[in-house]
């Protein structure tokens, strides 16, 4: 099993750019989470998903931030437009449903975004 | 939503017992409270989790008071690759996916 897959690791832009975050939930699991983390805040969810579905996106920062979950295997968080405070590593998480540890959480690597 | 209280770091000489604590006075009763960590630059891992009684896995135990309103996690023999910041989290409400990690502690094993 590879894990939550992220992509890319780490990215740069300028302000004002789009930017789009990538993740791979681990297969089978129902349930997918997008968090951010700045020093400042520590880590925050920004919205999560159930079979592909946006449950909660009370996290979101502001219109700016959008999620969408295409299908089981692919989420995108998408930045327009980025701004410098938006730099962070963004985590991006999968568990199961209702099978499974489903107290658990497995996290990705993290994309870690800066923008100039 | 109930919140949690930990110290910002902690020491810990390899091979001993490393006793992380943490203070949740404000949990509700339907509360799990909850134990990650985040090694430098890697995504938090879970490590136990717990409701009212005491739990013990390959990783770790957790040990609540019996007002729930405090908590340990033990690591009973800590190495080098333990250095990590440890979130003791409560889930928020009823809502089984969103956590509160707060600011966590970080804790240094040392040879």
């Known amino acids: 099993d590879a894990g939550v897959i992220q992509s890319p690791r780490h990215e740069v832009t300028e302000m004002g750019q789009e930017v789009t975050l990538r993740c791979k939930p681990i297969?089978?699991?129902?349930?997918l989470f997008w968090y951010r983390q700045t020093m400042m805040r520590g880590l925050e969810l920004l919205i999560y998903?159930?079979?592909?579905?946006?449950?909660?996106d009370s996290g979101m920062p502001e219109d700016r931030f959008s999620a969408k979950m295409p299908n089981a295997s692919f989420s995108t968080l998408k930045i327009q437009p980025s701004e410098p405070r938006d730099s962070a590593v963004y985590f991006c998480?999968?568990?199961?449903?209702?099978?499974?540890?489903?107290?658990?959480?497995?996290f990705g690597p993290g994309t870690r975004l800066t923008v100039l | 939503d109930a919140k949690t209280t930990q110290p910002p770091s902690m020491d810990c000489a390899e091979g001993r017992a490393a006793n992380l604590p943490c203070n949740h006075s404000t949990i509700s009763g339907n509360e799990y409270v909850y134990w990650y960590r985040q090694i430098h630059s890697q995504g938090p891992q879970y490590i136990i989790h717990g409701l009212k009684n005491n739990e013990t896995n390959e990783m770790a135990s957790l040990i609540i008071t019996e007002d729930r309103k405090s908590s340990t996690l033990i690591l009973p023999h800590a190495t080098l690759r333990d250095t990590a910041v440890y979130y003791c989290?409560?889930?928020?409400?009823?809502?089984?996916?969103?956590?509160?990690f707060g600011s966590g502690t970080k804790l240094n094993v040392k040879p």
């Open positions: 998480a999968s568990r199961p449903g209702t099978s499974g540890n489903h107290n658990e959480q497995f």
């Open positions: 989290i409560v889930r928020v409400g009823y809502n089984f996916n969103k956590f509160y």
């Open positions: 998903f159930n079979n592909n579905v946006p449950i909660d």
């Open positions: 297969s089978g699991h129902d349930y």
